[in-house]
């Protein structure tokens, strides 16, 4: 009777595993079944049902949600977006509802409801504080990125698309960081002295990071299938610094098989190469 029972539990468990690998896994644990069930007959001391039940769950949910499964996740184009919408919502929280953020719009609608005509606004000062370094650190951050860019190789709607998505979302978060973090931070310092200091390298932190965050997209982009936009594996270095004809590069793979992508590691010479593989290479990759 253990034996249909331990059928049915296997099929059950089976739906935790990635569809690719449920019908491999499920056919080698019903093997593994039916050699319990025939040692178990000959009254080997295999004991009873338990250990399979547990072990058949335990290595489906790892198969699912464990640590490779995550690396998985991690390297689809979905995690992007995901990870963007959960550093967004970190920052709504801990900045209580981007409070800086909202007295700032309020301040310049106040200006525009209830403008002082003729005279010096004060008003406009703490927007002045926040829009200069703002539209500093974006002019920054997207003049390195267009800089970028000439890496990449014309493609689809999808992978300028999703370039752009990743743009737009560095742009807002790491401003976000910057304008409530920061407040934050320099709350608790009330000489002025300190709180100019602070301020300043803060600005200068924020130019920096809105560079770093820019070029991460390009250079993100560069490591992903232009056809799937998964970030590409198996990386291998190929090339010689010293050679002009054949500068050094990183070779890597589309996971799920549509081609190969070598990678400059040189702006002086060299360009990036796409390589699309045909069907018969795909058996290869499953």
Request: proline share 6%; aromatic share 12%; net charge positive.
């Amino acid at each position: 009777m253990a034996l249909p029972v331990l059928r049915v539990w296997i099929r059950m468990a089976s739906w935790l595993m990635p569809a690719r690998e449920r019908s491999e896994w499920h056919a080698n644990w019903v093997t593994r079944a039916e050699d319990w069930r025939l040692l178990a007959d000959r009254g080997e001391p295999v004991g009873g049902p338990g250990p399979l039940f547990r072990r058949s769950v335990e290595e489906a949910f790892a198969a699912r949600f464990g640590p490779a499964r995550f690396r998985h996740f991690e390297r689809s184009p979905v995690a992007v977006p995901i990870g963007a919408a959960a550093a967004l919502l970190l920052i709504a929280v801990l900045s209580h509802g981007f409070a800086v953020t909202r007295a700032v719009v309020a301040v310049a609608r106040d200006m525009r409801l209830h403008p002082i005509v003729p005279g010096y606004d004060v008003r406009g000062d703490r927007i002045f504080l926040y829009l200069a370094p703002t539209v500093l650190a974006w002019a920054v951050g997207l003049g390195l990125f267009a800089a970028g860019c000439h890496w990449l190789r014309e493609r689809g709607w999808r992978y300028w698309s999703f370039l752009a998505f990743k743009a737009a979302a560095a742009l807002v978060l790491v401003t976000l960081v910057w304008v409530e973090i920061g407040t934050e931070l320099r709350a608790p310092l009330h000489r002025e002295g300190w709180r100019i200091i602070a301020g300043f390298a803060m600005t200068f932190a924020f130019l920096v990071g809105m560079g770093r965050a820019m070029l991460w997209t390009v250079a993100d982009q560069r490591r992903r299938c232009p056809m799937c936009l998964r970030q590409l594996v198996a990386p291998v270095p190929v090339g010689s610094w010293a050679s002009l004809f054949e500068p050094p590069a990183t070779e890597l793979l589309c996971e799920n098989g549509h081609g190969a992508a070598a990678v400059c590691d040189t702006e002086t010479n060299g360009r990036d190469r796409w390589t699309r593989l045909d069907e018969s290479w795909r058996t290869l990759f499953h």
